[in-house]
């Protein structure tokens, strides 16, 4: 019974996790769409821009629906969380530069396997460090 529970939780989280992220997949990509193609920025600066307007939003939604973390410092939780968020952004562009760059594969079809790739780096860190709290005190 406790491990179905616990079960069901990682695979909530996941979902609202999924959920939050295709509102962050949206935010990105229109931003960096809207930075590259419409203000002529350089494609790795617009893609930055994109993502970071994206992380915001999905720390807000992360802590207030997907992990309902409401209990930790915010200050420490959303350093931590851009820590990993940066992380992640090193990861996004290295893979657009491997693909699109190198591989000459389409810039948002690299973007979109980058933003894939990611997304699960994203989750299990996010979901066994930074909003660990919340799942100690939903077990106790």
């Known amino acids: 019974m406790i491990g179905d529970k616990l079960f069901s939780g990682k695979i909530l989280a996941f979902l609202k996790f ?23 920025v350089n494609k790795f600066v617009a893609n930055a821009i994109g993502f970071s ?12 629906w997907t992990f309902k973390d409401n209990k930790s410092k915010a200050g420490p939780q959303f350093t931590a969380f851009v820590t990993v968020s ?7 562009s290295g893979i657009i530069l491997l693909l699109d ?5 389409n810039f ?13 780096w994203n989750f299990t860190v996010n979901y066994f460090f930074i909003f660990k709290s919340s799942k100690e005190q939903e077990s106790i």
């Open 108 to 120: 948002y079809i690299s973007k979109a396997i980058a933003i894939f790739i990611v997304f699960f």
């Open 86 to 92: 940066v992380i992640g952004l090193l990861l996004n």
């Open 18 to 40: 999924g959920v939050t992220g295709v509102s962050g997949l949206i935010i990105d990509f229109s931003l960096t769409w809207l930075f590259k193609d419409e203000f002529h």
């Open 101 to 105: 760059n190198l591989l000459s594969v």
């Open 53 to 64: 307007a994206a992380v915001i939003s999905n720390y807000i939604i992360h802590r207030n």
